[in-house]
């Protein structure tokens, strides 16, 4: 098993920032794939940024160049620095940990709320 904590959302007007966190703990491999989803009001889940399990990074188109995914191993912590935020990046956002080793896994943290007003 393996548990996500995530912090760092909040309210923020628009063009500021805001960095989210994600601690996964319990059973982790060095071997696996962690990112960020977001749910806005009212739309489908959809990915943000994600580490894949060969380490390579992916985005989605509307937030290049305005967010970073970055991971610290060590803390088996991944963050989100979102920049330049837009209205349309309110959203609970996600962050999910997929097991590649042994049986493929996906698990959910709780969500964090980032509400960015106009």
């Known amino acids: 098993q393996v548990q996500l904590v995530e912090s760092g959302g909040g309210l923020v007007q628009a063009g500021g920032s805001l960095r989210l966190s994600c601690a996964a703990s319990?059973?982790?491999?060095?071997?696996?794939?962690m990112g960020w989803y977001r749910q806005p009001p009212g739309k489908q889940r959809e990915l943000v940024a994600r580490?894949?399990?060969?380490?390579?990074?992916n985005y989605a188109d509307s937030v290049k160049g305005r967010f970073t995914i970055s991971r610290d191993n060590a803390k088996n912590t991944v963050y989100l620095q979102m920049n330049s935020l837009k209205p349309e990046d309110t959203a609970v956002y996600y962050c999910?940990?997929?097991?590649?080793?042994?049986?493929?896994?996906?698990?959910w943290g709780q969500g964090t709320q980032v509400t960015v007003s106009s």
């Open positions: 319990g059973s982790i491999f060095s071997i696996n794939a």
């Open positions: 999910y940990y997929t097991q590649i080793m042994g049986p493929i896994a996906t698990y």
């Open positions: 580490f894949t399990s060969g380490g390579a990074t």
